[in-house]
């Protein structure tokens, strides 16, 4: 049995065993503790016993990346793993979905392994950390079996949200129940709001999970000289920085828009000619880099051509020539004049010299040093600044 919040948040869980759960959130929300009692009353006629039979167990708190238990630091995340109190450091390696499938220390050495059914549940249940399916929390205590997504709890030995969705009216041809609308293969939800994927197009899909992993934020979308999307059918465009930075939040750890400052990133736009300077106006990304100040981006400078067969791609310059007779022909020639550019804080920066930007990024900004930096690094100018350097090394 469970009782709500007005928010439709869980706050009291109680199972036939005597075990209780109670879950306290802030104002906004976000859940700050959760109780664990036991009683040894029995549940009648479905009549819960007195508050006062149960005796509290254990509590957890969650104090932003931190979770202590009963008092004592358990656990403390940070983009890419957590820090144990006792083992130190550790990282996750995950799947193309975001699920931890597995946990390593510092010497590389798996402490964890992890793999699941399509709706989350794990085929054998692990022990040691409890971020698990889709980097989301999962709470076994009790035999509830679920996983914290914010918005709402997933279920999953039922693959179905606990509460119904905010927004079903909106969507009538699914139940308000469903998980990624019944095909958690192809999307995922990483808040319990809304159902999306980074592309939903088998063939972008299937470059990104054989690039190769160089420490970048990657992402794979369909795109264009003055957004990106999705998929090719997909209707939420992406042609500011804030979309981008949620865009990016919902499948990295590492990307926090709240935090969009603080840290540098290095972001590769694996979409088609955000790289490109259309009509004499500046690229997408190039207008990306001036919005998202802490953010190296690097974007194509053309058309994006994939080989599955060895893993590559190519940029290309497409022209279309239309012929005597009326008919057009599409003319593919590869792109020599910088394929690959990059972008920071509005302006094109030297490819080689990206690491000294990120160095840049966590120095102050009236910082001299910077300054004088700043004058080497760029290949065109952002708006505002004055000084002039041409040479392209």
């Given at each position: 049995?469970?009782?709500?919040?007005?928010?439709?948040l869980?706050t009291?869980?109680?199972?036939?065993?005597?075990?209780?759960?109670?879950?306290?959130?802030?104002?906004?929300?976000?859940k700050k503790a959760?109780?664990?009692?036991?009683?040894?009353a029995?549940?009648?006629g479905?009549?819960?016993?007195d508050?006062?039979?149960?005796?509290?167990?254990s509590?957890?708190t969650?104090?932003g990346?931190?979770i202590y238990a009963d008092?004592?630091?358990?656990?403390?995340?940070?983009?890419?793993?957590?820090?144990?109190?006792t083992?130190?450091?550790?990282?996750?390696?995950?799947?193309?979905?975001?699920?931890?499938?597995a946990?390593?220390?510092k010497?590389?050495?798996?402490?964890?392994?992890?793999?699941?059914?399509?709706y989350?549940?794990?085929?054998k249940e692990?022990?040691?950390?409890?971020f698990?399916?889709?980097?989301k929390?999962?709470?076994?205590?009790?035999?509830?079996?679920?996983?914290?997504?914010s918005a709402?709890?997933l279920?999953?030995?039922?693959?179905?949200?606990c509460?119904?969705d905010?927004?079903?009216?909106?969507?009538?041809?699914?139940?308000?129940?469903?998980?990624c609308a019944?095909?958690p293969?192809?999307y995922?939800?990483?808040?319990?709001?809304?159902?999306?994927?980074?592309?939903?197009?088998?063939?972008?899909?299937?470059?990104?999970?054989?690039?190769?992993?160089?420490?970048?934020?990657?992402?794979f979308?369909?795109?264009?000289?003055d957004?990106?999307k999705?998929?090719?059918?997909?209707?939420?465009?992406?042609?500011d920085?804030?979309?981008?930075?949620n865009?990016?939040?919902?499948?990295?750890?590492?990307?926090?828009?709240?935090?969009?400052?603080?840290?540098?990133?290095?972001i590769?736009?694996?979409?088609?000619e955000?790289?490109?300077?259309?009509?004499g106006?500046p690229?997408?990304?190039?207008?990306?880099s001036?919005?998202?100040?802490?953010?190296?981006?690097?974007?194509p400078?053309?058309?994006l051509l994939?080989?599955?067969?060895?893993?590559?791609?190519?940029?290309?310059?497409?022209?279309?020539?239309?012929?005597?007779?009326?008919?057009?022909?599409?003319?593919i020639?590869?792109?020599?004049?910088r394929?690959?550019?990059?972008?920071?804080?509005?302006?094109?920066i030297r490819?080689?010299?990206?690491?000294?930007c990120?160095?840049?990024?966590?120095?102050?900004?009236?910082?001299?040093?910077?300054?004088?930096?700043?004058?080497?690094?760029?290949?065109?100018?952002?708006?505002g600044?004055?000084?002039?350097?041409?040479?392209?090394?």
């Amino acid at each position: 049995m469970m009782k709500y919040s007005y928010l439709n948040l869980p706050t009291d869980i109680y199972f036939g065993n005597g075990q209780r759960q109670t879950i306290e959130y802030h104002g906004n929300g976000v859940k700050k503790a959760v109780k664990y009692s036991q009683t040894t009353a029995a549940i009648v006629g479905g009549n819960l016993p007195d508050d006062d039979s149960y005796t509290v167990t254990s509590t957890r708190t969650y104090v932003g990346p931190h979770i202590y238990a009963d008092g004592v630091l358990e656990y403390s995340a940070f983009g890419g793993g957590y820090f144990d109190p006792t083992k130190g450091a550790m990282y996750y390696l995950t799947d193309w979905h975001g699920n931890n499938a597995a946990v390593v220390d510092k010497s590389g050495t798996m402490v964890q392994s992890t793999t699941y059914y399509p709706y989350g549940e794990p085929t054998k249940e692990p022990t040691g950390q409890r971020f698990l399916y889709g980097g989301k929390e999962r709470e076994h205590g009790g035999g509830r079996n679920s996983y914290d997504f914010s918005a709402r709890c997933l279920i999953a030995p039922l693959g179905q949200w606990c509460v119904p969705d905010r927004e079903a009216e909106k969507y009538f041809s699914f139940s308000p129940y469903s998980y990624c609308a019944g095909d958690p293969i192809n999307y995922i939800d990483p808040d319990g709001m809304e159902v999306r994927s980074l592309s939903s197009d088998p063939l972008l899909q299937m470059a990104a999970e054989n690039y190769h992993d160089n420490g970048n934020i990657i992402a794979f979308l369909h795109g264009s000289t003055d957004h990106m999307k999705w998929d090719s059918t997909g209707k939420q465009n992406i042609a500011d920085g804030t979309t981008l930075m949620n865009a990016l939040a919902s499948e990295f750890e590492s990307v926090d828009p709240l935090t969009m400052y603080d840290e540098p990133l290095v972001i590769e736009l694996h979409s088609c000619e955000t790289g490109f300077d259309k009509n004499g106006s500046p690229s997408l990304a190039q207008k990306l880099s001036d919005e998202i100040r802490n953010a190296i981006i690097i974007a194509p400078n053309g058309t994006l051509l994939y080989n599955l067969d060895n893993n590559t791609e190519r940029v290309v310059i497409k022209t279309i020539i239309t012929n005597q007779d009326g008919t057009e022909t599409v003319e593919i020639k590869k792109q020599t004049e910088r394929p690959w550019r990059a972008f920071f804080r509005g302006g094109e920066i030297r490819m080689d010299l990206i690491e000294l930007c990120k160095w840049m990024v966590r120095r102050s900004e009236n910082n001299i040093i910077s300054k004088a930096i700043e004058k080497v690094i760029y290949l065109s100018m952002p708006s505002g600044k004055t000084h002039d350097v041409t040479a392209d090394p």
